[in-house]
């Protein structure tokens, strides 16, 4: 596993507000580099629409806007992180959300990817973490504008990317989805969660030097060119075969 990492481009980590265009931005990494988006606002929701055991636990506090508990988020990344696609680089959006599961996370990186790796070789493998930096009243703006395909995973909004007919898809025409804690109450809780919790994540990376922050206020494309210029540069030199 651990050579097959240092042939891609590694671990990406996208942090950001709610709202701020994790989903967004990790699509277009996806399409670029062919590495998986693992989404765990995604597994969670899934867990929640088949009323898994999980999803029967995670349903209310997801619909509250608070953090569902740690325990429950690990098994549910190890079991992710340990299928074939993710060898030559994953991106995580929405993971880690506090210091504790950034923790957890290095620990699981160090044991399962990187143990034969060098230390030479090692920096190149660590994630890159890169932090999608918007303005709160953007932040409001979007969330309450966002529509989602259930689908295909399209992601729109009504204010700066609408579809080309009303609640529609443009890629599969299925009728496009409110998420249920888009609404405004649970929004601002969001909102509260990310700056007691998750923004100590960031403080944590940028001691450990590992943090580019972007500019996530600019359209979608100037976003994404910021995030590919920060990849680049922290791409793996590769030696051995592709
Ligand atoms: P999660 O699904 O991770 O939600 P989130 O972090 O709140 O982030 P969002 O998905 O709302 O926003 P995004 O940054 O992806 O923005 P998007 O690209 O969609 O988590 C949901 C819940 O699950 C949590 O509250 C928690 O309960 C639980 N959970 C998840 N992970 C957990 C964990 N690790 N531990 C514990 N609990 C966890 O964009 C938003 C909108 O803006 C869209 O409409 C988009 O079209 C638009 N947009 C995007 N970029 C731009 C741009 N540049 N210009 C204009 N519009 C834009």
Not at 5 to 25: C, D, E, N, Y
Not at 211 to 229: A, K, M, W
Request: aromatic share 6%; proline share 6%.
């Amino acid at each position: 596993m651990a050579e097959a990492t240092s042939r891609g481009i590694g671990p990406v980590i996208l942090l950001g507000a709610p709202g701020s265009g994790k989903g967004t931005q990790a699509k277009q990494i996806v399409e670029r580099y062919h590495i998986p988006q693992i989404s765990t606002g995604d597994i969670l929701r899934n867990e929640v629409q088949r009323q898994t055991p999980l999803g029967l636990l995670a349903k209310d506090v997801m619909a509250r806007g608070e953090l569902v508990p740690d325990d429950l988020v690990y098994d549910m990344v190890a079991e992710r992180l340990r299928q074939g696609d993710c060898e030559s680089g994953f991106i995580l959006d929405g993971f880690p959300r506090n210091p504790a599961q950034a923790g957890w996370l290095d620990a699981f990186l160090e044991h399962e990817f990187f143990e034969n790796v060098d230390s030479a070789s090692r920096g190149k493998c660590l994630p890159i973490v890169i932090r999608i930096d918007v303005d709160y009243n953007q932040l409001l703006r979007r969330l309450t504008g966002r529509r989602s395909c259930p689908v295909c995973g399209r992601i729109y909004n009504l204010y700066f990317h609408p579809p080309r007919v009303a609640d529609q898809c443009d890629v599969d025409g299925s009728k496009l989805v409110i998420r249920n804690d888009d609404r405004e109450e649970v929004i601002r809780e969001r909102l509260t969660a990310y700056e007691s919790q998750t923004k100590p994540v960031a403080e944590y990376y940028e001691r450990k030097g590992r943090l580019v922050s972007v500019n996530g206020d600019l359209p979608v494309d100037q976003v994404t060119e910021q995030i590919f210029r920060a990849i680049e540069s922290h791409r793996v030199v590769t030696t051995g075969p592709q």
